[in-house]
């Protein structure tokens, strides 16, 4: 029997399904071709996201999300700056030292961070079929777009994916797009039958998006705040809020799913103003996390009113030391 490799990966997220999809391709280069490959799509949440599961297969990755302090995970690769929650398994880290976990805040990317990393240490190259999709996590994941509007294009098939991943597929839809990925390109992958139609309807949804989002944004100084708390469902408008609100410095959204729900933060990536704040110091002290420019806090879906709370206290926040 095939032995088993689990890679976790940060969910509905470009980077993180370009990362456990590299990695994929990787370890069938060069640890064990005929492994059989499991991804698990994660989601940050307050506490522990590894609380609960299982860490059962032959061996273990994950990529682009928090560090799991275990070293049954093998395998560890993230930039984000809030990776050790709470703070103290920084020590656990730095103890074991697994030559096999790899971390830099300071990469625009986990993928460009795994590409950089396996090149460097196991003389690996990224596979022509996936350079274009680490080049463009670098860029969706730092926000290195020119202008908002060219952030929130759809006519590549690398924005539209990275979409369609944003529109909270489930997690069985991910993990098998990770194989898809692993194995082929991003055009190859958004033209496979079974991602066609969705994609189509990306563009739609993006049409209505821009309509719904108009009418949404309140102003709290140059705070914009998008509160889709009441809209079961809707996501956070993203970029879309820049394109829509050039003149705000920070963007706030509240979005809520049944099971969930999710605040995210961030800076402005287009505007001439500087930050004021550390949104991922921000957020952690709130119980999420994120980088410096941007940051999210996930609560469970029954803490509305935590959530609400939590809003205000960030927009006070954000609007303080003006
Ligand atoms: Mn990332």
Same mark, same amino acid.
């Given at each position: 029997m095939a032995r088993v490799l689990k890679i976790f990966f940060h969910d509905a997220c470009f980077d993180g399904t370009t990362s456990a999809a590299l990695f994929s391709a990787f370890y069938r280069d060069v640890i064990e071709r005929d492994v059989s490959i499991q991804p698990v799509g994660m989601i940050h949440r307050d506490g522990n996201p590894f609380e609960g599961v299982p860490l059962d297969a032959d061996d273990h990755a994950c990529v682009d999300f928090r560090f799991c302090a275990d070293t049954r995970m093998r395998w560890w690769f993230d930039h984000h *700056?809030? !990776?050790?929650? *709470? !703070?103290?398994l920084r020590g656990y880290f730095d103890r074991e030292h697994l030559a096999t976990w790899f971390f830099d805040p300071s990469a625009p990317s986990c993928a460009g961070l795994i590409a950089k990393s396996l090149t460097e240490k196991y003389g690996w190259q990224v596979p022509p079929h996936l350079a274009d999709a680490v080049k463009w996590a670098d860029t969706i994941d730092a926000a290195q777009f020119k202008s908002a509007a060219d952030a929130i294009a759809l006519d590549n098939p690398a924005q539209r994916l990275a979409a369609w991943l944003a529109h909270g597929r489930s997690p069985l839809d991910t993990a098998t797009y990770v194989d898809w990925l692993s194995r082929g390109s991003l055009a190859e992958v958004a033209a496979r039958p079974e991602l066609a139609a969705q994609l189509v309807s990306v563009e739609t949804e993006r049409a209505q998006e821009i309509d719904a989002v108009r009418k949404l944004g309140v102003w709290h100084d140059d705070v914009i705040v998008f509160d889709r708390f009441d809209d079961v469902g809707a996501r956070s408008p993203g970029f879309l809020g820049y394109v829509l609100y050039p003149q705000c410095l920070y963007a706030v959204s509240g979005t809520r799913t049944p099971t969930s729900i999710k605040i995210s933060v961030g800076v402005n990536p287009w505007t001439k103003e500087k930050r004021r704040h550390d949104i991922g110091e921000l957020c952690a002290r709130l119980g999420g996390g994120g980088h410096a420019v941007v940051g999210g806090i996930t609560l469970r879906g029954d803490e509305l009113p935590r959530a609400r709370e939590t809003v205000e206290i960030l927009v006070r926040e954000l609007t303080s030391g003006r």
């Amino acid at each position: 029997m095939a032995r088993v490799l689990k890679i976790f990966f940060h969910d509905a997220c470009f980077d993180g399904t370009t990362s456990a999809a590299l990695f994929s391709a990787f370890y069938r280069d060069v640890i064990e071709r005929d492994v059989s490959i499991q991804p698990v799509g994660m989601i940050h949440r307050d506490g522990n996201p590894f609380e609960g599961v299982p860490l059962d297969a032959d061996d273990h990755a994950c990529v682009d999300f928090r560090f799991c302090a275990d070293t049954r995970m093998r395998w560890w690769f993230d930039h984000h *700056p809030t !990776a050790f929650q *709470p !703070a103290s398994l920084r020590g656990y880290f730095d103890r074991e030292h697994l030559a096999t976990w790899f971390f830099d805040p300071s990469a625009p990317s986990c993928a460009g961070l795994i590409a950089k990393s396996l090149t460097e240490k196991y003389g690996w190259q990224v596979p022509p079929h996936l350079a274009d999709a680490v080049k463009w996590a670098d860029t969706i994941d730092a926000a290195q777009f020119k202008s908002a509007a060219d952030a929130i294009a759809l006519d590549n098939p690398a924005q539209r994916l990275a979409a369609w991943l944003a529109h909270g597929r489930s997690p069985l839809d991910t993990a098998t797009y990770v194989d898809w990925l692993s194995r082929g390109s991003l055009a190859e992958v958004a033209a496979r039958p079974e991602l066609a139609a969705q994609l189509v309807s990306v563009e739609t949804e993006r049409a209505q998006e821009i309509d719904a989002v108009r009418k949404l944004g309140v102003w709290h100084d140059d705070v914009i705040v998008f509160d889709r708390f009441d809209d079961v469902g809707a996501r956070s408008p993203g970029f879309l809020g820049y394109v829509l609100y050039p003149q705000c410095l920070y963007a706030v959204s509240g979005t809520r799913t049944p099971t969930s729900i999710k605040i995210s933060v961030g800076v402005n990536p287009w505007t001439k103003e500087k930050r004021r704040h550390d949104i991922g110091e921000l957020c952690a002290r709130l119980g999420g996390g994120g980088h410096a420019v941007v940051g999210g806090i996930t609560l469970r879906g029954d803490e509305l009113p935590r959530a609400r709370e939590t809003v205000e206290i960030l927009v006070r926040e954000l609007t303080s030391g003006r």
